[in-house]
């Protein structure tokens, strides 16, 4: 029996711990494979030969070692303010726009509505692009403003003249800042959230009709009070299986616009790696530090 579920509301702290942890836990790992290949790449000696003026630098104390402990706590604090801030434009677009749902089975996810899906997480998406195109404009606005009023040199003011065919002097600068400020500040959100849609349509498009096919997504909730529910355990293997499927085929079209053809083979790897490394996470951690909390109706 299919059992559609919509996510109402995510529990902040629970969330923000949760994913902040695995993150941690990903990041520990990262930098474990690097501290690996750093250690293979320095016994191969070929650091001498493609860059000799690095031959004495100890890659593994200089680099390998320090990110161990770097790799996994900026991974840990950036999560915890990129989860928390997420999870609360979830919470407060879910009433204007519409929650992601969930066809469930049991534990598998059957199917993710393509619209509902794609619409608020485009939506979150496009919000962090306008606070960050906020911020670079707030440093690049004043930059602009500054060499404006700086007058331009003759010989470099009659270069670009003979290189543009237009005179130009230094308040047309003030006029290029203007309109960089605007790309980043309205454009950017607009390109972020209409590549957004179609990027979260396809993926919700691919798993729909491709992916469980092969593999489902496994989600094991447990009702807790009312329309209360905890996240208690993410089935490993099957899971990994269906996302690494997922972003292969993802990787397929976005290989073939960056010309990167194996791109598909690579996302399987590291996504079937990574999720595993995830979902295997989060059951270990969830009864130590409490599982994902969600209202869904």
Request: proline share 5%; hydrophobic share 60%.
């Amino acid at each position: 029996m299919i059992d559609v579920k919509e996510i109402k509301s995510v529990k902040l702290t629970p969330f923000t711990r949760m994913s902040a942890s695995i993150y941690g836990i990903l990041g520990f790992v990262a930098a474990l494979a690097m501290l690996i290949i750093l250690i293979i790449v320095q016994a191969a000696g070929v650091t001498s030969q493609l860059a000799p003026q690095f031959a004495h630098f100890n890659w593994i104390t200089g680099a390998g070692i320090p990110l161990i402990v770097i790799l996994p706590i900026a991974a840990f604090l950036i999560t915890v303010t990129a989860s928390f801030i997420s999870a609360m434009l979830y919470n407060v677009l879910v009433p204007r726009l519409g929650g992601i749902k969930l066809e469930l089975e049991g534990e598998d996810v059957v199917k993710i509505p393509v619209v509902a899906f794609s619409l608020i997480l485009s939506a979150i998406g496009a919000i962090w692009a306008f606070i960050g195109g906020l911020l670079m404009a707030a440093f690049i606005a004043p930059f602009f403003s500054l060499i404006s009023s700086v007058p331009i040199p003759p010989e470099i003011a009659a270069n670009i003249t003979n290189a543009t065919g237009n005179a130009i002097d230094g308040s047309a600068f003030g006029s290029i800042g203007i309109v960089v400020t605007l790309i980043l500040v309205i454009g950017l959100p607009i390109m972020v959230f209409v590549f957004g849609f179609i990027w979260n349509a396809l993926f919700a498009i691919f798993y729909n009709y491709l992916v469980t096919r092969v593999a489902k997504i496994k989600l094991e909730f447990a009702n807790l009070t009312g329309s209360l529910y905890e996240l208690k355990n993410i089935p490993v293997m099957p899971t990994a299986l269906a996302v690494a499927l997922l972003y292969a085929l993802l990787g397929i079209i976005s290989g073939i616009l960056n010309q990167n053809y194996g791109e598909f083979i690579t996302n399987f790897i590291f996504y079937f790696i990574g999720t595993a490394i995830a979902a295997k996470s989060y059951n270990y951690l969830a009864p130590k530090i409490g599982s994902i909390k969600l209202n869904l109706e």
